[in-house]
């Protein structure tokens, strides 16, 4: 059976723990806006027609004296914005790079926070992420190679920022609250997706595509001010918690505590089927999320034929269905289990199931529908917004089933889902640029084909009970 502690309750929206959650929100807004500023900007990066119907955006001069000396110096700016000559392939390349970056850190870099904290990691991880997003427009210049360089270090950067998150959580979080407590945090990630697919079309059509990397890096850089002031590795040192709320969080954990020494059982870890159910669900989930994410704004540039400024905000739309997907998932899952109507491993596999198998089968209408403006615009939606609901399954699994070794093991599963994103991105590129109409319809029936293998492997062999090798062994002195 699934236990379900049950604890004092402590203070709720106006807690500390829930301001944590909030900045962890704003610092994967950064993050992500960071990532996924060059799939707006590449559109106008690569066509130079983007950009203010300017043909030749690299060599003519600034525009009429009709204008004033601000809008004639952001045109001026415009124009002298670098278009680049990448194939569909190379943008597959650069786009995946930044996979290659996260997926070299993840597991290093979650076993050293789970010992040395995990506030200076993640801080450094988002500091270095967003100085080198202000470095981009620089490097394009320099050439693609150069470009892909600057992308993985980001990568390698993110993925510290990444991986420490857990291992705060596995400190803050109640066990019942782990769900909201991990969505609202989680939410920034689409959220963010949202604005900068939004506001990056108009931002690269007002003022130039190098600017969505210089608004984006010096947010990340007062991100990074609020971090390290407000967030602490552990509620026991934190000088503005209340009393209340710190011992309602330490009695809610007292059966989870973990030594500060400790080796990492990778025997054992090979050797569990639940450890690999998880690490199967979240290769499938990064596969079409990483797709989605990447890929958005070009299909829908290229298939219903919009502009920059349109591309942006429609891209946008998917992700505010995501966001709210993910907070009011992870309230309904901590609601099924606060009230017992479901045990915990049944709620996991609940959201998996959806998380999984709904986007599938819109990625599977959607070369049937392409004819259909408004049809494929709310399959678009859907299909970011239903996935998001694996946050409050998988996603979060590890708690439950190590949270020891919640840190390392996350690193691992997020390696699997890049390790998707890797192929997912290199193989996209490749299959659209044979053929634009055949190469997207392959590119989703693959996608929902990784979902359902992942889905089967999961309801199969996931589990939500503690194992053995990940827990607390007491030694006694005779």
Known sequence: MDEKPTTRKGPDFCSLRYGLALIMHFSNFTMITQRVSLSIAIIAMVNGTQQHGLSNAS??????????NLSRSIKEFNTRASVYQWSPEIQGIIFSS?????ILTLIPSGYLAGIFGAKHMLGAGLLISSLLTLF???????????????????GMAQGMAWTGQFTIWAKWAPPLERSKLTTI????????????????????????????????????????????????????????ISVREKEHIVSSLAQQSSSPRRSVPIKAMVRCLPLWAIFTGFFSHFWLCTIII????????????????????????????????TILGGQLADFLLSRNLLRLITVR??????????????????????????????????????????????????????PRYAS??????????????????????????????????????LSAAVNMFGLVFYLTFGQADIQDWAKERTLTRL
Request: glycine residues 10%.
């Open 349 to 402: 596999k609940l959201f998996s199931s959806l998380g999984l198998l709904l986007p599938s089968l819109c990625a599977v209408a959607l070369p049937f529908v392409a004819s259909s403006y408004m049809t494929t615009i709310i399959l678009l939606i859907l299909i970011p917004g239903t996935s998001n609901l694996c946050d409050s399954g998988f996603i979060i699994n590890t708690l439950d089933v190590a």
């Open 59 to 68: 060599t003519e001069g600034p525009l009429a004296d009709t204008l004033n």
């Open 136 to 154: 981009t427009p620089l490097a394009a210049d320099f050439g693609v190679i150069l470009v892909i360089v600057i992308r993985t270090i980001q």
């Open 98 to 102: 930044i996979n290659y970056g996260i």
């Open 294 to 325: 990447t890929y958005l704004p070009t299909y829908i540039s290229t298939v219903l034929h919009v502009n920059i400024r349109d591309s942006g905000v429609l891209s946008s739309m998917p992700f505010i269905a995501a966001s709210s997907c």
């Open 408 to 445: 390392f093991l996350m690193g691992i599963s997020r390696g699997f889902g890049l390790l998707a994103g890797i192929v997912s991105s290199t193989a996209t590129g490749f299959l659209i640029s044979q053929d634009s109409e055949s190469g997207w319809r392959n590119v989703f029936f």
């Open 185 to 240: 945090a989680g939410s920034g990630v689409a959220f963010g997706s949202f604005i900068i697919l939004c506001v990056g079309g108009l931002i690269s059509q007002a003022l130039g595509w190098p600017f969505i990397f210089y608004i984006f890096g010096s947010t990340g850089c007062v991100c990074c001010l609020l971090w390290f002031t407000v967030i602490y590795d552990d509620p026991t040192h934190h000088p503005c």
